[in-house]
């Protein structure tokens, strides 16, 4: 599943994107914001919970109000119910295109062909769309990369490919309702499953992973630190005792790494030389400190705002009726239909990288980071 990608210079989308009414200066991120509401555009984000949407949705946002869209920015509280009245409202306001970033990808259906009956064009933001037709256009990551990258790292890290070992490991997957979760955790299993096998990877929990759906049963459901605090703490005493150490943990996202380092440390795991490899996905604001604190080892960042340009593109070329861009027509198949996707390299972030990668960029500032 390997791709190559070229990445395309990033432009001001005030410059790329044609001005069609003026915008609104202010406002409630959960309401309709703008002009007219002729030209409005849904953007649906699962949750205020994690950062990452957070700021997902406010750049979008900014892009397309800064390109005349009027907007209608919602959160949904990670309740699907809710994300379906927001969208049945938002079809009500008579939008041009919806901007879906889904709770669950199998429970859009109905609403869905609500929009597709109105003709809105839907675009899945990150997380595909699932068991539906009505859904046009998909923008992401290579999330199968981005587990193969955590994967990656761990064997250079660990040194497997030198014979060392055995290693302890604990692997966790995200929520089973998110599409992503399954490619983050195939990405990385397909690279470690080899050393599982050969027993330079031991699991001391004895999770099972050989079956294709075994994935689900190391789930963490709604991606929630807390929920993977408490496994964590639960594989540690039932499992690490009479000295016995965990060594590596396979975390696909930083909200998991984040209750996991947690875990750690209320069981006297201090950093330093025995301190387990942790991996994370997002470079979240916390995890990148726990990074540059050596309570993380690494984050597969995903510069969100590459993300937001992309799919404001998207959106502005579906409006205009002109050629919208993919780059991936073969991969994602909801179960319905192969979704026409456009995908965006990861990149892998460590502690000596922090400033020239996130910094630099103007991801953060050294401010925020205490450096």
Known sequence: MSKSFRIL??????????ATSACSSTRDSEETSGGSTSNLVGIAMPTRSLERWNNDGAHLDDLLKKAGYTTSLQYADNKVDQQITQLENMINQNAKVLVVASIDGTA????????ANAKIKVIAYDRLINATPNV?????????????????????KLGLKDGKGPFNLEPFAGSSDDNNAKFFFNGAWDVLKPYVE???????????????????TISITGWKSETAQAEMDNRINSFYTG?????????????LALGIAQSLESKGYKPGADYP?????DADLANTKNILADKQAMTVWKDTRTLGDQVAKMVDATVKGTAVETND??????????VPAYLLPPVVVV???????????GFYTADKLGL
């Open 9 to 18: 210079a990033s432009v001001a989308m005030a410059a790329t994107l044609a």
């Open 108 to 115: 859009l259906g109905p609403v869905l062909e609500k929009a």
């Open 136 to 156: 046009d256009y998909y923008a992401t990551f290579d999330n199968y990369l981005v587990g193969k990258l955590q994967g990656e790292f761990i064997v250079d």
């Open 198 to 216: 050969s027993g330079k990877l031991v699991i001391p929990s004895g999770k099972k992973l050989v079956g294709e759906e075994d994935w689900k």
């Open 243 to 255: 000295g016995k150490k965990v060594n590596v943990v396979l975390s696909p996202n930083d909200s």
């Open 277 to 281: 490899l942790i991996t994370g996905q």
């Open 329 to 338: 027509d073969k991969t994602y198949n909801n179960g319905v239909k192969v």
């Open 351 to 361: 502690k000596d990288d922090v400033k020239t990668k996130l910094v630099d960029s």
